[in-house]
Each structure stands twice: as C-alpha cells, then as structure tokens.
C-alpha cells in the first residue's frame, strides 16, 4: 500500500460531509437534535454516501471500527458506528457510546477548554511567564517562554521524546523537560510539541490544586452529561502517585467491553493497549496529562462540540464566555495556521482544505513526518478526528480504531 496520512480517512469524510444546499439559516437550539441531512441543507443521500465511504474504507483495512458523527446548526444528522472495537471477529460491535482514545484531541477538548475557563476566570495570564507558575522550568533559556507560548506551539520545544523509557511521574518529568534544551528561540517559530500541553495542563493543576482529571469532570464533563469522558476508564478512583497506567488495568473490566483497542503495541510496551492511555509518555504521567489520555465517545464529543459553536453554553449551562471562544480560535499570527490550543486549515494543518478558513481542527501535521512510521507523528493527527466549522455551524467527529492493527501509515480514500 501508498503510504500516507492516516487521517486521510478523516479528512475525506469530512469533505463529503461538507457540500450544503442553500438553506436559510436554522435558530438554534439548547442541545443537539436528530434530525435529516436535507433539513439543514446537505444532501439528502448523505447517509448513504457516508456509509458506503466508511465500508470501504473499513473493507481495505483503515480500521476495524468507527464512529461517526455529523450535524450542522444543532441538527445531528448522522450518527453512526460500524464494525467491532477490535480485529477479532466475535469483538463487540461498536455503538455511538464506544469510548475511544482521543489521543491528542485531549489537547484541545481537554487541557485548551480547562485553560479558557481558568482564562475567564481572571485565574490564568495568557501572557504571564510558564516559569510563574512553575518555577522548577528555571532553566535560563526557557524563561521568557509564555502560556500563550506554549499553547500556539512557539515555546521552542522539542516535538516530544521517550522519556517514559526511564522517568515516571510528574516531577521527573518537569526535571526532564526543564534540562532538555530548546530546538528554536520561544517565539520564533511553530513545533507542534506535546511537551507545551504537558507543561499547559501542570499549570492548570497548580492554579486549581486538584489534578486535570478532576477538574474537567468537574467543571466540564459533568455539567455536559458527558457520560463517556474521562481519563484512565478502568480506574476506580485516583491512581497512585507516579504509578503509570498500566496500574488501572484488569483484564476482566467489564467496561472494556465499551473501548475500543488501540493497538497490539509489537514495538515498545509488547502489550494489548486497550482501556489504557495509548502515548507512552501520558501512561509514564499516570495516564492523565495535557497533551494525552482523554478517552470518549462520538456522542460525547458531538455534545462538546455543539457546546463551542453555541458560545460556551449548552441545554442552558453556560461553561465559557462567547468573547473568550472568539479570541482563542483565531489565528494568532501571520506566520503560523494556530489559535490558542485550536489549528486552523493550512497545508500542512490536519483541517486539511475541505474547510473553510474559519474551521478548527485538533493538531499539525508536518509533512516531512507524513510517511514516517505512526511512532513518529503527533498523536491526535493519527486516529482521532474533529472540525468544528463556526460560520455554518458544522460539526464532524471521526474516531477509529486505525491503529489497531499497526502504527504503519496506510492508503488513502
């Protein structure tokens, strides 16, 4: 096979689900609704034509399941699941509520919501310094590095490394981070890093005094109904301090039923990922980190989604403010596709170009990685999928089970 993206699967059914009829615009509503595509002005086989892309896709071994979810001004007019959470043919099927590893999706539903609402809450500086808020990032070279900095990619971070070979927990981690030196001058230019969101969400547990997980099902997940989000499923409460991951698993869970597989991991861990955190260095952080381990369904992030196109607010519980919404998903510079924790469409950005200028999407993809082996790209860009399209109120979720089988880039579709 041509090797390429393995988003392409992604992008391509975003593309299709793109090509609306003129409609006057809808009033919108509290929360999402079922309803057909031709009622929002998309074509009335798209259903169809959905499903035939996705059995093809899935028939040619992109993935052995997937969800899928598409609305446009509150309508939800496709959702949809199809084959099994695994390879093995008697796996259960998948359904709306399969929940899915968001790999770096957990940048921008988890860590990017976290800091808006902290943002809004006059209890976290955009512009104040990474160091303020964690003095042990001392080094002198990192010390002019922002929040804002970080959560635009410009910090001077490397894209990521394996420290989870031989460090675990939070504070090595920061020792570890802190000693690494920079790949470019903080500002000077844009590394999609997960070493920015790791920082991004030790941040946010230091302004909150409670860990990330907590704070979210808190603040986000709860007042949502987000029944399928969380971190580490398996888990019965708090894992221990600096345990990796690998602690919340039993094989007998009865929720792993409701997961999908991530992979048989043939490279590194010789382990079947499945219920667990599938990045290496979010498992070293306990399975709960900025940059990785958020796990959810279609449905759920649907609902998320939905709740961002109507301004922070969603079925009358408002979680950001409008205005806040607006200042973090514009482009914040000339040179670079990014928002605040958002991309923007671009050549090399993972909107791709079936959307508009104005449309977000989850991470970067750098084309000289593109035909790398899958160990070597940015988690979100690989398996997990969401657009967000304001000026007309779109919506698209695609997660899979692409990796299941292996991390090896595949043909497109």
């Given amino acids: 096979m041509r090797a390429v993206p393995p988003v392409a699967l992604a992008v391509f059914l975003a593309g299709c689900a793109t090509a609306p009829r003129p409609i006057t615009r809808l009033s919108p509503l509290p929360t999402l609704l079922r309803a057909d595509p031709a009622a929002v002005g998309f074509a009335p086989d798209l259903n169809t ?9 899935m028939s040619e071994g992109a993935a052995p399941g997937v969800a899928l979810a598409v609305g446009r001004y509150g309508r939800l007019v496709h959702l949809r ?19 899915f590893d968001m790999a770096s999706l957990t940048k921008v539903v988890a860590t990017t919501t976290a800091a808006m609402i902290l943002e809004d809450e006059g209890r976290l500086n955009l512009d104040a310094t990474v160091q303020s808020y964690l003095p042990e990032l001392n080094d002198s070279a990192k010390a002019k590095i922002t929040v804002r900095m970080i959560l635009t990619h410009t910090g001077g971070f490397e894209a990521f490394a394996a420290l989870w070979r031989d460090h675990k927990g939070r504070a090595d981690y920061l020792t570890q981070i802190n000693a690494r030196p920079l790949v470019y001058a903080p500002g000077d230019s844009t590394i999609y890093s997960d070493w920015d969101f790791i920082l991004a969400g030790l941040i946010i547990e230091r302004i909150t005094g409670t860990t990330l997980d907590q704070f979210l099902a808190t603040r986000v997940w709860q007042p949502l109904q987000l029944h399928d989000t969380g971190f580490n499923p398996l888990a019965e409460g708090p894992l221990p301090a600096d345990s990796a991951c690998t602690a919340a698993f039993r094989p007998d869970h009865p929720l792993l039923a409701r997961i999908a597989v991530t992979e048989m991991a043939t490279a590194y861990r010789h382990i079947k990922v499945h219920g667990i955190v599938h990045d290496e260095n979010a498992c070293a952080l306990g399975g709960v980190a900025g940059h990785a381990g958020l796990f959810s369904s279609a449905r759920d992030v649907a609902v998320f989604c939905q709740m961002l196109l109507n301004g922070g607010v969603y079925n009358g519980v408002r979680l950001i403010q409008p205005t806040t919404i607006a200042r973090w998903t514009a482009r914040q510079s000339n040179k670079s596709s990014r928002a605040i924790g958002w991309d923007t469409p671009s050549d090399h950005s993972s909107a791709g170009r079936y959307f508009s200028p104005r449309s977000l999407s989850s991470c970067t993809i750098q084309p000289s990685r593109l035909y790398q082996p899958r160990s070597s790209l940015p ?3 690989r398996t997990r999928h969401s657009q967000l399209r304001p000026p007309n109120s779109r919506v698209m979720v695609a997660p899979s089970g692409r990796v299941t089988a292996t991390r090896l880039p595949m043909e497109s579709y």
């Fill in 49 to 57: 034509r959905l499903d035939s892309i996705v059995s093809v896709a």
């Fill in 379 to 381: 988690s979100g860009c």
């Fill in 81 to 99: 699941s199809y084959g099994r959470i695994d390879v093995a043919p008697d796996s259960p099927p998948v359904t709306d509520s399969t929940m």
